[in-house]
């Protein structure tokens, strides 16, 4: 019997040569990658493209079967694939050790490809895959898992609703003056440590970070000017990084003079507990007994640690951190200030930042919290495991089936439901695309132009209007960008590629003419190519 | 073995161990205590048939770190194996199949200790029962030979160990548990909404007295002080006034209903909000927490429980019994002891965190003595009763099952029934007909359709007469019991959390088959 006997048994022969006609691309090779690869190489599918920028870490191994301890810090596009290959020679196999949002992957190259399957672990690239393969009219398995629970979807520009068709939650931000000055609950505590302190020393600013919402910046002008300055001196601070003072004046400055200048602003406090400083050689005067038993404290990530082990891994973490620094520095490989930055699994920053919050919690009187805990909460953990990564992966390339066969109709939206208990799985029927989408409903089109000699100009007038029968009242937006519209017509007579429009960007046109008896036209997704 | 190959550019290891950082994903999970019980677990899988299905429920079970498996499987790899399992390559041509995918899966995981029996005449089925090893459930996938069968059950049976019976062919699946006897499970995982226990109609002295402090003087609070009383401080006050002025407390739903009226009314408005956000989240959980505890019916059925002689010894029923006595005095469970988020100042919040902290200690330590004081709670351990108390209200016990051809008759009938009220309004139809006929291909490698049926006719009469059986018993003739690699990946991830869920005794295994068909993407879950 041949290799391929039951597949040709149970799928019949039609549809068991589209799978072995199809060219698949896999954008992701982590959990869901895994499976997933392993299943379409199985199945027989005749060609397949992986993407994956991520390279290999040890806490991928407990599900990420293609991994081995010796791949750790390799790229998993690569590793998976040499390890998928072994087990069918006659897939063709590529891999790209890349983010799928570079230029190389245009929408000319999602055409080229019969399906694709997202598995991808984050909001922003699991949206481009969908604006892609929405602009490449290229169908789009997409799907997901978090600890038990998954869902798969068939996504079909014109026939299946996508991805962003509803509204997605997008990750939780805290006000400056919170996490700054009037922390009340732990995630504030950690969102400092992780975003203030440890980058403050470390790593580039705090502003950078996405946790930050700067929308109340304004309303507290005066204390933010004070936070800048006490961040300023916190700069300040690190030139005495690796001598003997350093965690003294670190530990002082932030859980003492800080805190003593906070306690001052009487009308802060009038609705709030007043926070209470620390001080260094008190509290390290007490700590002997903690430091005699470091290295336990250290391995016990269960447990919630009291003020004085708090302070020894504080200083420990800030010793080994401090130590990294400087044979960064002194290796001369990297000529910009070398930096560290927040990694949930680099045990040097996790300790640091559990120690910097806890330390911050007890001074602001807030429950504080274990390492174990803290790791999730720092770095958004969410868990996976081997089962559900299986059952969702399967399901994918059930779909896919219905796909090949152009059966859209019978293709299904599916969540795992584990603690039902009459069913694992429940499926919903196709979603039709909501026509107020701001990515899959407006029209789409495409234009080839010579982006350092056409202006805005030319495209406005020579394709817009002329060619595509535009009147006068359009509004030109390049992402977020207002380009063009009747009263911004500065830009006209710049060149596109001064106004950063490369190939494969997305302008936005939308129809402002509320005479035309039809009404306006339809938003408009203007792929622009480079001729 | 593989070798274990530390990358020397490794930083030194602080804090947690390799194995932590490895499981780091799947401990958030099932904790510590949960990847201990897998650990210490030893499976078995009879293997046959194309054999790629248990394999796949195995690389589920070997890579979050399984203690031991065995494989048992007489077949030698050949051509077509390849095509459809993942754990053979091209090298293990001609040899032992659980010999290469042993090597395989073991590979995935160093920590994991795998054994392999190729079962011929000198290696039985018997012989791999009889031997010393002690197996913590075992596995068997079908076509199997009828009195391998029985002497599988008949071990599960006389050393109570759960069997799990897997059927691929196709593009249809079906697994079913058989629990040992009784099954209790203590850490169900509830939803976390449905834990919080207030106990608002019937607070303890220490809570009355906290609440007090805020409410004595209510009307007289700074605005800061008014806006940010704890909702449950706010809840207790509105619900002394109203006894006080009704003689009961708000008990039917048009009553709730009028309580939360006068606690929204309660809220300050003259402010420029118009409003106060602790009122908002007292009144929102009026419906939820204003509710006399009931005995959830599962926990009722583990205290009517007569656990046998054998059972009697085990900690799960010397804790329950010692909880059904504290249930009997207090007319309450203990109290678990956790306060959700709510808008209080962070001081107040904490105490607030600590009064239900020391009285759930409190019930623990009644609930400890009792254990103490029964014969064999001894030497039972604290943390054990901690957790039971702390999740009392959720436990559940699982009846192990007996298959009868009255239970198969008597499905078949209502599932019929059904099917003809769901094809009028278009609903999906019942995925019996899937299970009864790979049930009737169990003990051989192939059938035709006739023979299917014919079969199923036998346990249940006049059954073929339906026309749908009939087509998905053509289907699996046509797959002629070969497996499709990614129907039985899938099956085998199912397969794999029902595992972890009884070897960890945490969360609610499924009761107790769940039949899948490819075709449609869809599972039912039935007790056969
Ligand atoms: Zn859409």
Redesign the interface.
């Known amino acids: 019997m041949s290799r391929d006997y039951f597949n040709t048994q149970s799928l019949g022969v039609p549809l068991n040569r589209m799978v072995k006609e199809a060219r698949i691309l896999m954008v992701g090779a982590g959990g869901i990658g895994c499976e997933l690869l392993k299943n379409l190489v199985l199945a027989g599918f005749g060609e397949v493209h992986i993407v994956d920028l991520d390279t290999i870490d040890l806490s991928n191994l407990n599900r990420q079967f293609l991994f081995r301890h010796e791949h750790i810090k390799k790229s998993k596009a690569l590793v998976a694939k040499d390890a998928a290959h072994k087990f069918n020679p006659r897939v063709k196999l590529e891999a790209h050790h890349a983010n799928i949002k570079d230029p190389q992957f245009n929408v000319d190259w999602f055409k080229g490809f019969t399906i694709v399957f997202n598995a991808l672990d984050n909001l922003d690239a699991r949206r481009h895959v969908n604006k892609m393969c929405i602009a490449a009219d290229i169908p789009l398995i997409e799907s997901g898992t978090t600890g038990f629970n998954g869902q798969v979807q068939v996504i079909k520009k014109g026939v299946a609703a996508c991805y962003d068709c509803t509204p997605k939650e997008t990750p939780k931000t805290f006000p400056v003056c919170t996490i700054r000055s009037t922390p009340s609950q732990p995630i504030h505590c950690i969102v400092w440590g992780k975003s203030y302190l440890l980058s403050e020393i470390f790593g580039a600013s705090e502003d950078d970070s996405p946790e930050m919402d700067h929308s109340e910046d304004s309303e507290n002008a005066q204390e933010i000017e004070k936070l800048r300055q006490e961040a300023q001196a916190l700069k300040n601070i690190r030139e005495a990084m690796g001598t003997d003072s350093f965690p003294q004046l670190l530990f002082d400055k932030v859980y003492k003079d800080d805190v003593v200048r906070l306690r001052s602003m009487e009308e802060m406090w009038k609705t709030r507990r007043r926070p209470e400083p620390l001080d260094y050689a008190t509290v390290i005067e007490k700590a002997s007994d903690a430091e005699a038993r470091k290295d336990k404290i250290l391995k016990d990530g269960q447990r919630v640690w009291s003020l004085e082990e708090n302070v020894v891994v504080f200083r420990d973490s800030l010793s080994r951190l401090s130590r990294r620094m400087a044979e960064m520095k002194s290796s001369g490989e990297v000529s910009a200030e070398p930096v560290i930055t927040f990694d949930k699994d680099d045990e040097d920053t996790l300790d640091f930042v559990t120690a910097g919050a806890n330390l911050r919690s007890i001074v602001f009187g807030i429950e504080t919290k274990s390492r174990f805990d803290i790791k999730q909460m720092a770095g958004n953990i969410i868990p996976a495991i081997a089962t559900t990564n299986a059952i969702v992966a399967g399901l994918c390339v059930l779909q896919s089936y219905k796909v090949l066969r152009g059966q859209f109709g019978s293709t299904k939206e599916v969540f795992l439901s584990p603690f039902a208990s009459e069913r694992l799985l429940a499926s919903d029927r196709l979603r039709a695309p909501n026509p107020d989408c701001p990515v899959c409903s407006p029209a789409q089109t495409r234009v080839l132009i010579d982006m350092s000699r056409a202006t805005l100009g030319d495209l406005v007038d020579d394709f817009l209007k002329m060619e595509l029968g535009y009147g006068e009242e359009i509004v030109v937006n390049h992402g977020d960008n207002l380009l063009y519209d009747l009263d911004e017509t500065e830009n006209l007579a710049k060149k596109l590629s001064e106004l950063g429009i490369k190939g494969d960007s997305f302008l936005t046109i939308i129809d402002d003419n509320d005479d035309d008896p039809k009404g306006p036209r339809v938003n408009l997704i203007l792929n622009v190519q480079e001729s | 073995m ?1 070798e ?4 020397p ?3 030194i ?6 194995k ?10 099932w904790a ?1 205590s949960g990847q201990k019980a897998l650990e210490d677990a030893h499976i078995l899988l009879l293997n046959s048939g ?1 054999g790629t299905v248990g394999v ?1 429920t195995l ?2 079970l070997v ?3 399984i203690g031991q498996f065995t494989i048992a499987d007489a077949n030698i790899v ?3 194996d ?3 399992n ?1 754990f053979l ?1 091209e090298d293990s041509l001609g040899n032992s199949r659980a010999e290469c995918c042993v090597k395989l899966l073991q ?4 920590d994991v200790k795998g054994h392999w029996l190729p079962l011929q005449e000198t290696h039985t089925v018997q012989n791999l029962l009889e031997n010393d090893r002690k197996y913590t459930l075992i596995m068997y996938t079908y076509p199997i030979e009828p009195q391998d069968l029985a002497l599988v059950q008949e071990y599960g049976n006389k050393h109570k160990v759960p069997i799990i019976a897997i059927h691929s062919a ?2 249809y699946s079906y697994f079913r548990t058989h629990l040992p006897g009784n099954f209790p499970i203590v850490d169900t995982h509830p ?1 976390s909404t449905a834990t919080t226990d207030l106990r608002l109609l019937t607070p303890w002295e220490e809570l009355s007295k906290f609440a007090n402090e805020f409410t004595s003087d209510i009307d007289n609070l700074s605005a ?1 002080e008014h806006g ?1 009383i704890p909702y449950l401080v706010i809840l207790l006050h509105y619900l002394e006034k109203w006894k006080a002025e009704h003689g009961t407390l708000p008990s039917t739903y048009k009553e709730k209903t009028a309580f939360r009226a006068t606690v929204s009314a309660g809220a300050r408005t003259n402010n420029p909000e118009g409003g106060e956000e602790n009122f908002d989240e007292a009144a929102a959980a009026v419906l939820k927490t204003i509710s006399a505890p009931t005995l959830a019916s599962s926990v009722k059925a583990v205290f009517d429980y007569k656990p046998n002689e054998f059972e009697a010894k085990s900690s799960f029923w010397i804790i329950a019994s010692a909880v059904k006595k504290f249930y009997e005095k207090n007319k309450q469970l203990p109290l678990p002891g956790s306060v959700p988020d709510m808008k209080a ?3 107040v919040y ?1 105490r607030l ?1 600590n009064i239900y902290k020391k009285k759930a200690r409190q019930d623990v330590a009644e609930v400890l003595a009792a254990v103490r004081a029964l014969p064999g709670g001894k030497d039972i351990d604290e943390g054990e009763v901690e957790t039971f108390c702390k999740n009392a209200a959720f436990i559940k016990l699982i009846h192990g099952s007996e298959a009868s051809p009255d239970n198969i008759t008597t499905i078949a009938e209502a599932e019929a029934a059904n099917d003809e009220t769901a094809a009028m309004v278009g609903m999906p139809l019942s995925l019996f007909p899937i299970y009864l006929s790979l049930k009737a291909t169990s003990h051989v490698p192939t059938a035709c359709t006739s023979d299917i049926l014919a079969a199923i006719d036998k346990t249940i009469p006049g059954a073929s007469s339906n026309p749908r059986l009939a087509q998905v018993a053509e289907e699996v003739t ?3 019991g ?6 039985s ?6 397969v ?2 029902e595992v ?1 869920k009884i070897i960890t005794k945490q ?2 295994p ?2 107790n088959t ?1 039949i899948f068909d ?1 075709i ?6 039935l007790r056969i």
């Open positions: 593989t274990i190959i530390t990358d550019t490794l930083p290891l602080h804090g947690p161990s390799d932590e950082k490895k499981y780091d994903r799947q401990l958030r999970l510590a194309s796949e690389k589920n890579l979050p770190g050949n051509e077509s390849l095509g459809v993942f390559d590979e995935l995981n160093p196709g593009f939803d800061h940010h100042q962070s001081t904490v965190q046509r797959a002629k070969g497996e499709l690699h990614n129907i990946a899938l099956t085998g991830g199912m794999a959390q972890i969360y609610i499924i009761d769940c490819g449609t993407s869809r599972t039912q879950v």
